[in-house]
């Protein structure tokens, strides 16, 4: 027998306070505002109706991790909130031949790793807006790899200004910054440090890619001390993968 809605509910609103109590304490130490950080909820694995409830609670920055189960995700989560506004943010590893597909639901993408996919979502996003699925440019966050290690995605540091280029000089897409996942086996605040270097290299380059995608779960409170300005939280919001609401 599922849950009651309104038992999820309670539960998730829980949560969101939760996290929500954790970045701004994290802000604070850093001397920075709770605003300066936007929250992610990462729904990977979960229903639509989690994501559903979690509109209901404020939360319209939505990510996800895997396309093919993204785009039922957002054609349900319309039907059931058609009225939410909602930011759906592709945060996982993106093939190029699911470019086109993306384009269609994504307001941002943040795992733009080469310039092969950059140039594959060009066209993407300019064909779904050709076709009225969009109204607006794809943003774009360019994924650093902090170790370069090409197994776990992401652009190896020493590359990342000529694809920040290629981003910035498309005709439908806008770079906003960069993000990174901390390296398995690798300390969080040296991995956080270096991808804050990263990105101010990039700002000098290109003033208006301000955001810093970085943290989650297990080490948030340390990304924000080197500067996120977004957390992709999923476990902490909705249980650990596979105890998804029926």
Avoid: Y
Wanted: proline share 5%.
């Amino acid at each position: 027998m599922s849950r009651p809605d309104s038992a999820r509910r309670e539960q998730l609103a829980t949560a969101l306070a939760a996290v929500r109590e954790r970045i701004a304490a994290a802000a604070a130490r850093a001397g920075r505002g709770p605003e300066e950080v936007r929250l992610v909820a990462v729904t990977k694995t979960f229903p639509a109706v989690d994501a559903a409830l979690l509109t209901d609670l404020g939360m319209l920055d939505l990510g996800e991790n895997r396309e093919q189960e993204a785009a039922g995700k957002a054609d349900e989560l319309r039907e059931l909130r058609p009225e939410a506004p909602v930011r759906w943010h592709m945060v996982g590893r993106l093939q190029r031949n699911k470019a086109r597909s993306v384009a269609r639901w994504a307001a941002e993408i943040q795992s733009v790793d080469s310039v092969r996919l950059a140039q594959a979502l060009d066209r993407a996003a300019a064909n779904a807006r050709e076709a009225g699925e969009r109204t607006g440019p794809l943003d774009v966050l360019v994924q650093a790899s902090i170790d370069g290690d090409p197994e776990r995605g992401g652009c190896p540091l020493d590359g990342l200004a000529e694809l920040s280029d290629e981003v910035a000089g498309s005709g439908e897409l806008c770079l906003r910054g960069l993000m990174a996942v901390a390296p398995l086996g690798m300390d969080p605040a040296a991995a956080f440090g270096s991808l804050a270097r990263a990105a101010d290299r990039l700002r000098r380059d290109h003033p208006d890619a301000t955001e810093l995608s970085a943290g989650m779960t297990n080490d948030l409170e340390i990304a924000i001390t080197h500067g996120s300005t977004c957390v992709r939280v999923g476990t902490a919001l909705l249980g650990a993968r596979g105890l998804a609401s029926p």
